[in-house]
């Protein structure tokens, strides 16, 4: 069974959009970036995971959340196979969101294999961190998808009644 909660923060600003899927059918689409972290052996390492969500939880999502929350997603992943603009094949998991509620947002004022975390950091430091490590992963490799894929995202996941 593909199902799963995801617990991290938003480091993108959730978009949302309305894509015309049909002469008769569109959906609210809303896309962003979720990133948790795990401990490691040689300390805390980041995974960032492409999110998507339809219809009310899109429209939902884009009016309670913002970038920098922490907060924990209940979805499924799916795999997306999609070409660049080189024409090379990649494979992209994107994590698509049927739920998502609000983290504890409070800061731990430690973390094991960690120095202690200062609770009078200013948020904008956090996200400018966030910030930082989102390019980080993206200049290693971290492939974003382009608007076209989202659609196809979409229109291949959509259940209409």
Known sequence: ????MYCGKIVTV?????????????AYICKFVLCSTRNSFDGIK????????????????????????KVTAVGKFVNHVFKDENG???LSDVLLVEQMEFGDN?????????????????????????????EEAQQKGFVCL??????DIAASNLVFD
Do not use: W
Request: with cysteine; hydrophobic share 35%; net charge negative.
């Open 1 to 4: 069974m593909n199902f799963g």
């Open 14 to 26: 959730p978009e949302v959009k309305l894509l015309p899927l049909d002469t008769d059918k569109q």
């Open 46 to 69: 980041y995974d960032f995971f492409q999110c998507v969500a339809f219809d009310s939880a899109a429209k939902t999502i884009s009016e309670r959340f913002s970038k920098g929350i």
């Open 88 to 90: 090379t094949r990649h």
């Open 106 to 134: 409070v800061t731990l004022p430690f973390v094991r294999n960690t120095e202690p975390k200062d609770l009078e950091q200013p948020v904008s430091s956090e996200i400018k961190l966030m910030d930082d490590m989102y």
């Open 146 to 151: 382009n608007e076209n894929d989202y659609f």
